[in-house]
């Protein structure tokens, strides 16, 4: 069982997994270096464990210790016991849910080893914010997506924002990175896999008449919010794909623009 230990210092080095975590330079350069990510909520807190992450420690106002009790009597971890107000101090923010948890990170599977058994992917290039990769990988859950594939430059998928947004999900979807961008992608054709760029770009075919859910292997290519996929990735694509669009909107934000293309290339959606 874990121990319960009151904390009432936001300076004691106990709490140092907590410190800064809305300084987002900081915590991006700190928690991968040392190997750890934050889970904010109940329900998160479950999820990584769930997913066999093992827990550093846990942050808890009073009144969350009866709900986490079985969590807390399951690890070994300690449970710092603190105020809100505390919490805030050391955090950054007010932690609204009353419970964060450090967990270990466990290493990333290669791109080869997702692609030897996946059928759908999506492969993210550029997306550096935080929300919209929660939002992917919500969806990527949801409608049946295999893996994620980022680029170099993606944003962590385990930073504390992402995690939230995806409510947990960015621990049922597998992931890894390229190498090398674009190529990386490369690795990706020769796995079997048709290389589908999203863009909103009038010279690319509506996803509907693609039919990449009749596909035997699909990765779909999302580029950043705004700027989209860049010219190298799209020249390296097999295919340029859209969303048909309505009273002149021309393009959606990535994370629902995903959410679309996600169930376009389902391979169990229903025939029209």
Same mark, same amino acid.
């Given at each position: 069982?874990?121990?319960?230990? %009151?904390?009432?210092?936001?300076?004691?080095?106990?709490? %140092?997994?907590?410190?800064?975590? *809305?300084?987002?330079?900081?915590? +991006? +350069?700190?928690?991968?270096?040392?190997?750890?990510?934050?889970?904010?909520?109940?329900?998160?807190? +479950?999820?990584?464990?769930?997913?066999?992450?093992?827990?550093?420690?846990?942050?808890?106002? #009073?009144?969350? /210790?009866?709900?986490?009790?079985?969590?807390?009597?399951?690890?070994?971890?300690? /449970?710092?016991?603190?105020?809100?107000?505390? #919490?805030?101090?050391?955090?950054?923010?007010?932690?609204?849910?009353?419970?964060? #948890?450090?967990?270990? $990170? @466990?290493?990333?599977?290669?791109?080869?080893?997702?692609?030897? %058994?996946?059928?759908?992917?999506? /492969?993210?290039?550029?997306?550096?914010?935080? %929300?919209?990769?929660? #939002?992917?990988?919500?969806?990527?859950?949801?409608?049946?997506?295999?893996?994620?594939?980022?680029?170099?430059?993606?944003?962590?998928?385990?930073?504390?924002?992402? /995690?939230?947004?995806?409510?947990?999900?960015?621990?049922?979807?597998?992931?890894?990175?390229?190498?090398?961008?674009?190529?990386?992608?490369?690795?990706?054709?020769?796995?079997?896999?048709?290389?589908?760029?999203?863009?909103?770009?009038? @010279?690319?075919?509506?996803?509907?008449?693609?039919?990449?859910? $009749?596909?035997? +292997?699909?990765?779909?290519?999302?580029?950043?919010?705004?700027?989209?996929?860049?010219?190298?990735?799209?020249?390296?694509?097999?295919?340029?794909?859209?969303?048909?669009?309505?009273?002149?909107?021309?393009?959606?934000?990535?994370?629902?623009?995903?959410?679309?293309?996600?169930?376009?290339?389902?391979?169990? $959606?229903?025939? *029209?």
């Amino acid at each position: 069982m874990a121990e319960l230990i %009151t904390v009432e210092d936001p300076d004691d080095p106990r709490l %140092t997994d907590y410190t800064g975590l *809305t300084d987002v330079e900081l915590r +991006r +350069r700190r928690e991968p270096a040392e190997g750890l990510f934050i889970a904010e909520g109940e329900k998160v807190i +479950r999820r990584a464990g769930d997913a066999g992450y093992a827990m550093r420690s846990m942050l808890l106002s #009073a009144k969350w /210790v009866d709900v986490m009790r079985d969590v807390i009597e399951e690890v070994p971890a300690p /449970v710092y016991v603190v105020d809100p107000a505390l #919490a805030e101090q050391v955090t950054g923010y007010h932690v609204h849910r009353g419970a964060l #948890a450090s967990m270990r $990170r @466990k290493p990333l599977p290669t791109a080869a080893d997702l692609l030897r %058994t996946a059928r759908r992917v999506a /492969v993210m290039e550029s997306v550096n914010d935080h %929300t919209n990769i929660g #939002a992917i990988f919500r969806s990527a859950a949801a409608l049946g997506m295999d893996a994620v594939l980022l680029s170099p430059d993606c944003a962590d998928p385990l930073y504390r924002r992402s /995690v939230k947004v995806s409510m947990g999900a960015v621990f049922s979807v597998p992931y890894a990175r390229l190498d090398s961008w674009p190529g990386g992608l490369d690795s990706v054709r020769e796995a079997g896999f048709t290389l589908l760029a999203l863009t909103p770009d009038e @010279k690319a075919k509506a996803l509907d008449d693609v039919a990449p859910h $009749r596909m035997d +292997r699909v990765a779909l290519m999302l580029g950043a919010e705004g700027e989209g996929l860049s010219r190298q990735a799209l020249v390296a694509a097999d295919e340029w794909v859209r969303i048909p669009m309505s009273h002149g909107v021309d393009s959606l934000n990535v994370g629902a623009a995903a959410a679309v293309a996600f169930y376009a290339v389902a391979t169990g $959606r229903p025939e *029209t």
